[in-house]
């Protein structure tokens, strides 16, 4: 029964959405697949109650309002993209077009289409994201992916984990959710947003008054909702783990291949980590 409940804590809440779909991998083994569909598909927040009441009502967390995902998949997948095609001599004509921010002019790893997709500032036309690139096929798009899981096989493990309820939590109101995905530095990861906020908090800036409430908030629920993975709690200072050792807001991104392949396991090993801790939580609760 336990081992029934930790693979549960552990499975892939999109296989449900896609099980039916056309082309659907055979295998149930191409989550990066699944993960693009996911991208470029209408169903958002899987996070959320309406996919995961059981479990969530087993955890304790019905009476949760917002939740957030942990570790997000986009960030470091976009990083590894850039490295193999700045690393590949066979793509070095579309070097260019992988890029790190340099945070003046973009603020987000830039790989061809985003996460989404955007407008064309020239024509007005809507261009299609990298995910809707690579389900297209489009041929180029298509190599680039194969070499960058050849590369860092963990992201087609990343790409499974994601949207599991181990790597759901719940959270303060959405404006924490929208400001951990669009802080400047961030990267919608979990440890730099928490310095992030002790940042502020001890700066008297404007925004002080909501951090102060996340702040408090995140110091209150981290054993609560298993979190001692991802910061501390010290005199009434928060302060993230890393994900990679040199990992900082000053030094967000993993830019080289080994910060990307430590980043990596890391983020996986902290999921399998916290489901065998919500685990734990669960049966001395119970």
């Given at each position: 029964m336990i081992k029934h409940t930790e693979k549960e804590l552990l499975a892939d809440t999109k296989q449900a959405l896609f099980k039916n779909a056309e082309n659907f991998p055979k295998d149930n083994k191409d989550f990066l697949q699944l993960i693009f569909r996911f991208f470029t598909g209408n169903v958002k927040d899987l996070e959320q109650k309406s996919h995961?009441?059981?479990l969530y009502e087993m955890l304790g967390w019905q009476n949760e309002m917002y939740f957030d995902v942990i570790s997000s998949f986009?960030?470091?997948?976009?990083?590894?993209?850039?490295m193999e095609v700045h690393d590949n001599k066979a793509y070095s004509r579309t070097a260019k077009y992988c890029c790190f921010p340099d945070y003046e002019t973009y603020f987000t790893p830039w790989i061809p289409g985003g996460k989404y997709g955007y407008i064309n500032k020239?024509?007005?036309?809507?261009?299609?994201?990298?995910?809707?690139r690579y389900l297209e096929p489009r041929e180029g798009i298509v190599r680039i992916v194969h070499s960058t899981v050849q590369s860092y096989p963990q992201l087609n493990e990343l790409a499974a984990l994601t949207h599991c309820v181990?790597?759901?939590?719940?959270?303060?109101?959405?404006?924490y959710n929208y400001e951990k995905g669009l802080a400047e530095k961030v990267?919608?990861?979990?440890?730099?947003f928490v310095d992030f906020i002790d940042a502020h908090c001890e700066s008297?800036?404007?925004e002080t008054a909501d951090m102060q409430k996340w702040k408090a908030w995140l110091i209150a629920n981290r054993e609560r909702f298993c979190l001692e993975d991802y910061y501390t709690v010290q005199n009434n200072h928060i302060k993230g783990i890393p994900f990679f050792r040199t990992q900082s807001l000053d030094h967000p991104l993993p830019s080289t291949k080994s910060e990307i392949t430590e980043c990596l396991a890391e983020m996986l090993l902290r999921i399998r980590t916290r489901a065998n801790r919500l685990l734990?939580?669960?049966k001395m609760e119970g």
């Amino acid at each position: 029964m336990i081992k029934h409940t930790e693979k549960e804590l552990l499975a892939d809440t999109k296989q449900a959405l896609f099980k039916n779909a056309e082309n659907f991998p055979k295998d149930n083994k191409d989550f990066l697949q699944l993960i693009f569909r996911f991208f470029t598909g209408n169903v958002k927040d899987l996070e959320q109650k309406s996919h995961n009441q059981e479990l969530y009502e087993m955890l304790g967390w019905q009476n949760e309002m917002y939740f957030d995902v942990i570790s997000s998949f986009w960030t470091v997948f976009a990083c590894a993209v850039i490295m193999e095609v700045h690393d590949n001599k066979a793509y070095s004509r579309t070097a260019k077009y992988c890029c790190f921010p340099d945070y003046e002019t973009y603020f987000t790893p830039w790989i061809p289409g985003g996460k989404y997709g955007y407008i064309n500032k020239a024509t007005g036309k809507r261009e299609a994201s990298f995910p809707q690139r690579y389900l297209e096929p489009r041929e180029g798009i298509v190599r680039i992916v194969h070499s960058t899981v050849q590369s860092y096989p963990q992201l087609n493990e990343l790409a499974a984990l994601t949207h599991c309820v181990a790597n759901f939590m719940p959270c303060p109101p959405p404006e924490y959710n929208y400001e951990k995905g669009l802080a400047e530095k961030v990267h919608d990861f979990l440890p730099l947003f928490v310095d992030f906020i002790d940042a502020h908090c001890e700066s008297g800036s404007d925004e002080t008054a909501d951090m102060q409430k996340w702040k408090a908030w995140l110091i209150a629920n981290r054993e609560r909702f298993c979190l001692e993975d991802y910061y501390t709690v010290q005199n009434n200072h928060i302060k993230g783990i890393p994900f990679f050792r040199t990992q900082s807001l000053d030094h967000p991104l993993p830019s080289t291949k080994s910060e990307i392949t430590e980043c990596l396991a890391e983020m996986l090993l902290r999921i399998r980590t916290r489901a065998n801790r919500l685990l734990e939580l669960h049966k001395m609760e119970g």
